[in-house]
Structures are given as C-alpha cells and as structure tokens.
C-alpha cells in the first residue's frame, strides 16, 4: 500500500502516545481519530492509571472526539492506532460508524480486525470499516517487544511495579 504523508505524520503521533502511556506503566499503544486534516481525539491505553478496563487507547480517543464532535457518531474519520483492536475497541468504531482504521501492527492474541476476529469488516455488522495495516509496523512491534521483555526481566528478578502485579 502507498502510504500518504498524513497517514505517517498521524501514525508517529500515536507512537509517541505510546511512548508516553508506556512512561506511566501502561502497555504502548496509542491511537489518533482524525476527520481531514483536524485530529479530533486521541490518547493512549489508560486501563491502569484509570482503574478502568475500557480506556484502551482507541476508546479514549473516540471518547475525546465524541465529545469535540458533540456527537457519538464520527462518519468521515480514520482512527489510526499502534496495535491492532481489540472486539471492545472494534465494536465501539463500527457503532461510532469510524469509516477507516489504519492500524500498525497485528495482535494474535485479542486482534478483531482480522487476526483473530474481523469485527471491523464483517458482513454480519450494519458498519464495517475499511482496514489498512502495516503502516510503521516495525516501530509499532519493537516498542511492545521492549515493553514486553522488560516487564518479564522484571518479574523474573521479582521486582514489579503495580501495573504489573494484575
């Protein structure tokens, strides 16, 4: 795929909000909800610093831009977002009608936009969203792996931070 220079400058974006959810314990991901060239929202993975199980990145930034738009629903937007989503996150941007999702890297673990699940482009949903993966995959891949083997280091030297003791 081409990638626009928009889709890399917005895609950086959300790395950096990975970085920055990553510096306050949370897992790297971050995400950005853009309609043209305005960002309506954006934020990254809350869970901990919220107690909340729902602020995943994407749900923070559609919460950010419901609420710019004065509106839950967000036709016209691209969320673009470090890690593929979650069936949580998926099915709040196909009830929030987000018409494309730009999404870094695949999660085989809990992805819903094609890994495990494809929520976001399924036949059976009234919504589906067009899908686009890959972009800064390698950035998006090697910030989780460090976050990863530095949180097992730490746990097999026994020293945990409360983010990860749950």
């Known amino acids: 795929m081409i990638w626009q220079q ?3 400058d917005l895609m950086r974006r ?3 909000l990975a ?3 990553e510096a306050a314990g949370e897992v790297p991901v ?3 909800l853009a309609q043209g060239e305005t960002v309506l929202g954006e934020g990254g ?3 901990i610093r919220d107690s909340d199980p729902t602020a995943h990145a994407e749900i923070v930034a559609l919460r950010q831009a419901a609420r710019a738009a004065a509106n839950y629903r967000l036709a016209g937007t691209t969320m673009y977002v470090t890690l593929e989503p ?3 996150c998926a099915g709040a941007l196909v009830h929030a009608r987000v018409e494309r999702v730009v999404f870094a890297t695949f999660d085989p673990q809990v992805g819903a936009g094609g890994s495990l699940f ?3 482009d399924s ?3 009234k919504h589906r969203c067009i899908v686009s993966t890959g972009l800064l995959a390698a950035q998006a891949e090697e910030q989780l792996e460090k976050f990863f083997a530095t949180r097992r280091e730490r746990k097999g030297r026994g020293i945990m931070q409360r983010s990860e003791r749950s």
Do not use: F
């Open 19 to 21: 970085a920055e959810a």
């Open 14 to 16: 959300a790395l950096n």
């Open 86 to 88: 979650c069936s949580m």
């Open 30 to 32: 971050g995400a950005v």
């Open 45 to 47: 993975n809350r869970v």
């Open 6 to 8: 928009r889709d890399n």
């Open 123 to 125: 036949p059976h949903l």
């Open 118 to 120: 494809n929520l976001l």
